[in-house]
């Protein structure tokens, strides 16, 4: 036991630490295969969380799927039919979702409330959420994971499952307890994220804007608020002489497109910022736990698939988790057809990923490819779809895609 902790009654068949997307989902999931679980988030909800708040096509069919439709509604989810991206000289490339395939769309919606609706969901499956429960690491006997300890009103208690699932984000202490972070040394980002009421010129269309030293992205949300997202490299915000507000005031300035919609709009709240966001676990499976959503891999948010990927890991590992609770084997063995089923889902989509990242930082290159994607419909829908992921990764990725949008 660890020291002064205490063993209380709350021990649960599935312990889900996080519930953001991929915990509140994974937990929902598992409640509803007729599990005992326990979901616990060291915040209180509502809370806010730095984060574009752009739902991805392909999130968005999930969130429906799951019969959230009217409740995202309700919360007044903002639809938008595509993405407006402008390259450093102004070129621009409309990834447009509804026109690749009619009826996708990406949906606008701050993480107050999108998370909250999720963890309702969560709550309406039967789950039990213990929220304000810090959870400090994982329990293990010999090489398995046997709980948590987590610090709930003041005191260090040690809670027991069956199976842990790490769903704690991108600094998860199930993954740091466990020795899998592994190291990533490119890119090193910060993201900062805040909220505008009465921005300009945005109506069906999130917009991004790449701008030299960093890149700025628009998402149109509930109650009139827009989203306005910056980010950048480590080095270039350290290396800033005034305080965070003025470098993000500054840099939104230097984007003539973005500064012109930004004029006389008002700030509503701070400014909230991720630094170095890109991280990685070695291992997404072992003895008695798992990890879902940014806790197993994140990478950066231009292609905005962060919570696209961490409702779908949720959804591939449910039934995966489910079958080896009931077969009383949770072991490594047991959990790895998710390994199997995320290599699948996401190491295609991941490549493309890498590919727009050498995009974004290189401005020439995008520019060129900015023009010939606007040029060139059929590429151009064809990534939408890609980034969309409502189109197979792959299609991106063949030497003929790449041929075309390439050459001169
Ligand atoms: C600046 C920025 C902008 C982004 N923009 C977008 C975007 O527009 N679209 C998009 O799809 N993705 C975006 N992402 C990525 C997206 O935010 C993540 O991929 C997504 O939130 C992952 O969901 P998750 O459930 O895995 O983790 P999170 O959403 O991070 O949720 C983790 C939860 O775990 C809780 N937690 C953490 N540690 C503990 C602990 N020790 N004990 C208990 N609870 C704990 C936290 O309170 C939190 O509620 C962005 C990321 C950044 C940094």
């Known amino acids: 036991m660890a020291d002064s902790a205490r063993t209380i009654s709350r021990d649960a068949e599935v312990i889900v630490v996080g519930a953001g997307p991929a915990g509140s989902t994974m937990a929902a999931a598992l409640a509803e295969l007729g599990h005992d679980v326990l979901l616990l988030d060291k915040a209180s909800f509502p809370r806010h969380k730095p984060c574009s708040d752009y739902v991805n096509p392909a999130g968005a069919q999930i969130l429906a799927e799951m019969g959230l439709g009217d409740d995202l509604k309700c919360a007044g989810a903002h639809t938008m039919e595509g993405m407006l991206v402008h ?54 006997s010999g090489d398995s994971v046997t709980g948590v300890t987590a610090t709930i009103d003041g005191t260090l208690e040690e809670i027991r499952a069956k199976l842990v699932i790490g769903a704690d984000g991108r600094n998860s202490a199930i993954v740091r307890s466990l020795g899998l972070s592994a190291a990533t040394h490119w890119p090193r980002k910060t993201g900062l994220a805040a909220h505008y009421r009465g921005v300009n010129g945005l ?11 960093f890149y700025a992205g628009l998402a149109i949300l509930e109650c009139g608020l827009t989203n306005v997202t910056i980010v ?29 919609k930004l004029d006389s ?25 798992l990890l879902v959503g940014d806790a197993a891999a994140f990478l950066d948010p231009f292609a905005g698939e962060g919570i696209y990927e961490a409702l779908r890991a949720a ?37 493309v990923s890498w590919i727009v990242q050498g995009f974004i930082n290189s401005p020439s290159l995008m520019n060129y490819v900015t023009e010939r994607l606007a040029a060139r419909e059929e590429l151009g829908l064809t990534l939408s779809g890609v980034l969309g992921d409502f189109r197979p990764a792959g299609q991106a990725l063949s030497p003929i895609f790449l041929a075309r949008l390439l050459r001169p």
């Open 87 to 140: 390259a450093p000289n102004g070129s621009r490339f409309l990834a447009n979702y509804a026109q690749a395939e009619p009826g996708r769309a990406a949906l606008g919606l701050s993480r107050y409330r999108l998370d909250n609706v999720l963890l309702e969901c969560a709550k309406a499956a039967g789950v039990t959420v213990c929220e304000r429960a810090h959870v400090r690491e994982a329990l293990r």
């Open 203 to 213: 109506e069906r269309y999130g917009e991004m804007h790449v701008g030299r030293d």
């Open 232 to 260: 950048v490299g480590d080095n270039l915000l350290q290396r800033r002489s005034g305080s965070i507000e003025e470098f993000f005031a500054e840099s939104l300035r230097a984007l003539p497109a973005i500064a012109s």
């Open 265 to 289: 709009v008002e700030r509503v709240g701070g400014i909230r910022g991720v630094g170095s966001m890109a991280h990685r676990a070695r291992q997404t499976v072992g003895n008695g736990y």
């Open 315 to 351: 959804r591939l590992a449910a039934p995966i988790a489910s079958a080896a609770l009931k077969s009383a084997d949770a072991s490594a063995r047991a959990l790895a057809p998710y390994r199997a089923a995320r290599r699948r889902a996401f190491t295609a989509k991941r490549s």
